[in-house]
């Protein structure tokens, strides 16, 4: 997520969404700003994959109106993105240099794959069989494999849950949270919006400012001296005027002065 912020200025977001939901690319055509959105998940490969498979929304233009599709459609747009996210995050020659010129490749060859490119073994799979380390067979039966069970048989479980720990925190855009993080220096914004923007209890962001040394500027209050304010006169005669002039019944209104 950093990385395409860093590199394209797009905003990102890791969002609390449906079961369903992987990802979504939303663009303002008015300030040409985009935002990408992905789903909070326990499984982070996929959430890589889908980051990925978003940014090539995003350099496509894929743009539509929101109103088509489903998140099932298999368009050819959204098999171009696919298969854009599979090269971007398992280039063949990457993998090939990974690899080099092994002949014969075993289940713990797919583990290293994983581990090495953190994608799903899925992905790993279809990338070997591209590269062609290994047959139609071997691809079919190694993407029925999952993560965990790589990660728990060849040693690397402990990498795997802090990589699902990660990928199950919302995040907000950075831009956008450093932007509200300046706002709130300069005592324009609440740290509970700051909060809210992270997903975390006020205590907790409150604490997050104050071991950074962010706090809000203290503005001086102005005093006038009354000595300094300028003298002005009153001319009420315009007033007396307009409470003298006659009722709907002829007689004046009356008005009782105050003393001068």
């Given at each position: 997520?950093?990385?395409i912020?860093?590199?394209?200025?797009?905003?990102?977001?890791?969002?609390?969404?449906?079961?369903?939901?992987?990802g979504?690319?939303?663009?303002?055509?008015?300030?040409?700003?985009?935002?990408?959105?992905?789903?909070?998940?326990?499984?982070?490969?996929?959430?890589?994959?889908?980051?990925?498979?978003?940014?090539?929304?995003?350099?496509?233009?894929?743009?539509?109106?929101?109103g088509?599709?489903?998140?099932?459609?298999?368009?050819?747009?959204?098999?171009?993105?696919?298969?854009?996210?599979?090269?971007?995050?398992?280039?063949?020659?990457?993998?090939?240099?990974?690899?080099?010129?092994?002949?014969?490749?075993?289940?713990s060859?797919?583990?290293?794959?994983?581990?090495?490119?953190?994608?799903?073994?899925?992905?790993?799979?279809?990338?070997?069989?591209?590269?062609?380390?290994?047959?139609?067979?071997?691809?079919?039966?190694w993407?029925?494999?999952?993560?965990?069970?790589?990660?728990?048989?060849?040693?690397?479980?402990?990498q795997?849950?802090?990589?699902?720990?990660?990928?199950?925190q919302?995040?907000?855009?950075?831009?956008?949270?450093?932007?509200?993080?300046?706002?709130?220096?300069?005592?324009?914004?609440?740290?509970?919006?700051?909060?809210?923007?992270?997903?975390?209890?006020?205590?907790?962001?409150e604490t997050?400012?104050?071991?950074?040394?962010?706090?809000?500027?203290?503005?001086?209050?102005?005093?006038?001296?009354?000595?300094?304010?300028?003298?002005?006169?009153?001319?009420?005669?315009?007033?007396?005027?307009?409470?003298?002039?006659?009722?709907?019944?002829?007689?004046?209104?009356?008005?009782?002065?105050?003393?001068?």
């Amino acid at each position: 997520m950093a990385i395409i912020e860093q590199t394209t200025g797009i905003d990102v977001a890791i969002l609390d969404v449906g079961p369903d939901e992987h990802g979504l690319t939303v663009r303002d055509p008015k300030r040409d700003a985009v935002f990408i959105g992905v789903a909070r998940t326990s499984r982070p490969m996929r959430q890589r994959s889908t980051l990925a498979h978003e940014l090539a929304h995003v350099l496509f233009e894929d743009w539509t109106d929101g109103g088509t599709g489903t998140w099932s459609d298999r368009t050819p747009t959204e098999i171009r993105a696919d298969a854009f996210a599979r090269h971007l995050l398992v280039p063949v020659d990457g993998l090939r240099e990974f690899l080099g010129h092994r002949a014969k490749l075993a289940q713990s060859t797919l583990s290293e794959v994983v581990q090495r490119f953190l994608v799903s073994p899925q992905i790993a799979a279809i990338a070997l069989h591209q590269a062609e380390y290994v047959d139609d067979d071997t691809k079919r039966e190694w993407m029925t494999l999952t993560a965990p069970q790589l990660a728990t048989r060849f040693g690397w479980s402990d990498q795997y849950r802090a990589l699902r720990a990660d990928s199950d925190q919302r995040r907000a855009p950075q831009r956008l949270l450093a932007r509200a993080i300046r706002g709130y220096e300069e005592g324009v914004l609440s740290a509970q919006a700051i909060a809210t923007l992270r997903g975390i209890t006020l205590a907790a962001a409150e604490t997050d400012l104050r071991e950074a040394g962010v706090v809000p500027v203290q503005q001086a209050t102005e005093w006038a001296d009354p000595a300094e304010l300028p003298d002005v006169r009153v001319d009420l005669a315009a007033l007396d005027k307009a409470l003298n002039t006659p009722d709907d019944d002829g007689r004046p209104a009356t008005v009782e002065r105050p003393a001068e």
